[in-house]
């Protein structure tokens, strides 16, 4: 027996649509507008139809005439009186006791309770998380960050620099404010390893996953709950950090695409220190590039596989340089042994990894460079 083939493979769970539930708050502050509003209605249409039946007339122009005079009326902004001279002393009299009766419940109760709706409903700030809410359903190739720390703030300011857009997922809220003050675009507050949050965040139309929490078992939660609504690692990469080595194994296990210790990654770099003292300008600007500080150059990485045409060919007979601005600076050969600064006569082998130094957008050309080599099958179609 067959599947449905419309299931989900992580199961039928819905999006939290973030938007929606500010949307249903705004009209629920419009619902309490209702009976003032019906108030308003009523009376109005009272008050013209009354005018008609005393003076007999149901013209365009005295119905027009006839309803500025119920406007002004019940508004209080002025008076004139809207009818002729017949019957003046009924529709003075109806007049009078229209204004006693309307005065009182239509601008007294509609006013006090159209300004008390406003000042205690926060309406502007529901209206900024529903234009923040609705935004974000248009975000694609966005990163999820979870958790509003240390550790992510540094991450935040660097996407911010580049450009690259990201939806916050923090489940303490208080620290709402301090996440508003900081300049989050994006955010939500929420458990960000249950599956609808994720789902409510983009996660199936998002690039990566970064999860940063100070217990381990919380980092645990977030990747097996992402890896499972995002199997594919070639297409949704899941960063995190851990607290030991054991930990950082066992959420590689679970699906992460890299774990860092932020205490060996410390310890290492301050042994980068002793060991080669560090030239202030060398050290600096190798730095800068490594942890993705400078906007104007950056460092890629591209996997030659069987798929590639190049495999075989020169490096100065591929011409990567000229077309794309791009520059190789290594080479490291399946076997793991790397080729640092290689010259024009160095062959690409299968499996070979390609270090390519440049300009974030000479980057961009290069991978693009790499993507049209790859062989195509007899319907056009890249081998994948």
Not at 49 to 69: A, E, P, R
Not at 143 to 148: A, T
Not at 251 to 257: D, P, V
């Amino acid at each position: 027996m067959k599947g449905n083939n419309n299931s989900k493979h992580y199961g039928n769970v819905k999006p939290k649509n973030y938007r929606a539930i500010y949307e249903e708050k705004f009209y629920n502050i419009l619902f309490q507008l209702r009976y003032p509003l019906m108030t308003v209605i009523f009376f109005t249409t009272l008050g013209v139809l009354m005018l008609m039946i005393i003076n007999n007339k149901s013209d365009g122009q005295s119905v027009l005439n006839y309803f500025f005079h119920t406007v002004i009326t019940f508004s209080t902004v002025g008076y004139t009186e809207g009818y002729g001279t017949e019957n003046i002393n009924v529709n003075r009299f109806f007049s009078a006791l229209f204004i006693m009766i309307s005065i009182p419940l239509v601008y007294i109760y509609g006013l006090v309770t159209t300004v008390n709706v406003f000042l205690n409903s926060n309406i502007s700030e529901i209206f900024r998380y529903w234009r923040m809410y609705k935004a974000m359903d248009e975000l694609k190739g966005h990163y999820i960050i979870c958790r509003f720390n240390g550790i992510t703030r540094e991450l935040m300011k660097n996407l911010k620099k580049r450009g690259i857009k990201y939806v916050l997922v923090e489940p303490d809220p208080a620290l709402e404010e301090d996440i508003k003050n900081f300049g989050v675009e994006y955010y939500v507050i929420d458990e960000p390893h249950k599956r609808s949050v994720l789902l409510g965040v983009g996660i199936e139309r998002a690039k990566g996953l970064v999860s940063a929490f100070e217990e381990n078992t919380q980092d645990l939660s977030v990747i097996v709950t992402a890896r499972l609504i995002r199997p594919d690692k070639d297409k949704f990469s899941i960063f995190a950090t851990a607290t030991t080595e054991g930990a950082a194994e066992k959420m590689r296990l679970l699906g992460a695409t890299e774990v860092i210790v932020p205490n060996v990654a410390v310890g290492r770099r301050m042994s980068s220190f002793v060991l080669h003292p560090p030239s202030p300008t060398l050290s600096g600007f190798l730095e800068k590039i490594a942890y993705g500080e400078r906007t104007d150059i950056d460092i890629i990485e591209v996997k030659v596989d069987q798929n590639s045409d190049l495999v075989g060919k020169k490096l100065k007979e591929i011409k990567m340089r000229q077309e794309t601005g791009a520059t190789i600076v290594a080479i490291v050969r399946a076997d793991g042994k790397m080729k640092i600064a290689p010259s024009g006569d160095a062959e690409i082998k299968l499996g070979d990894s390609l270090i390519i130094l440049g300009h974030p957008k000479a980057l961009r050309r290069a991978e693009e460079f790499f993507e049209a080599h790859h062989i195509q099958n007899k319907e056009g179609e890249k081998v994948s």
